[in-house]
Structure formats: C-alpha cells, structure tokens
Nanobody
C-alpha cells in the first residue's frame, strides 16, 4: 500500500519561504508522478505543481510559477515543494498526490486528466500579511 506523508507546513509572514516534503512509502518514488494541490477554506481544490515520472518535466499553475519549485529525490523517496515569496493568498492546506505510470505533465490540461491514485493527509500553510 502506497502512503504519502506531507510535512513542512506552518505559519510564515508574507514574503517568506517554506519547503514542503512528501515522503512516499510502500513503493519506489520513481514509479510515480507527484502532484501538489492546495485547498483554501470555501474554495475548490487547486492543482499547484507536478513533476513527471517519465523525464521529471514540471508543471506550475500560473499563480505560483516563478515562486514555487518542485523537485524529487528518488533515493530518499521524497518530493519537495519549495515555496518562496509567499503571499496571503497561498494560505491553504497543501496535499501531495501520486499517479502511477510513465507520465509527462507539462500543461494544466494534462494535469487535470491525470488520475491521482494516492493522497497524503495534507499540511497547513498559513501566510500572514
């Protein structure tokens, strides 16, 4: 059974940085594409970023491009989301998810069609103004 555990959330002032981690157990990480999603209170879940399993291509939502960086360390079975220049509107619960197979995700359209089979429990990120 594949399990994902997020960590690294917290409270930070606007302009600050956080690094989220997503540790995978029960399988090798290189078999999965990893996605990061977020959900703010009263809002729909939003796809934030992803890193492909096929060639480590990345996708970023327009709202985070240039501020967030996704990466993966297959040996450590951990994916990361480095978040810089945080804004109050980045406040949300952040989830990582895993999709099996050789997947290359580079656009929002592809991101929306991926079946994210496994999800973590989420980590809260709060950005104060």
């Amino acid at each position: 059974q594949v399990q994902l555990v997020e960590s690294g959330g917290g409270l930070v002032q606007a302009g600050g940085s956080l690094r989220l981690s997503c540790e995978v157990s029960g399988s090798t990480l290189n078999s999965y594409a990893i996605g990061w999603f977020r959900q703010a209170p009263g809002k729909a879940r939003e796809a934030v970023s992803s890193i492909s399993s096929l060639d480590e291509s990345t996708y970023y939502a327009d709202s985070v491009r240039g501020r967030f960086t996704i990466s993966r360390d297959n040996d450590k079975k951990t994916a990361y989301l480095e978040m810089n220049r945080l804004k109050p509107e980045d406040t949300a619960v952040y989830y990582c998810a895993a999709a099996p197979g050789r997947i290359r995700i580079t656009t929002a359209e592809i991101m929306a069609k991926v079946i994210w089979m496994f999800w973590g429990q989420g980590t809260q990120v709060t950005v104060s103004s």
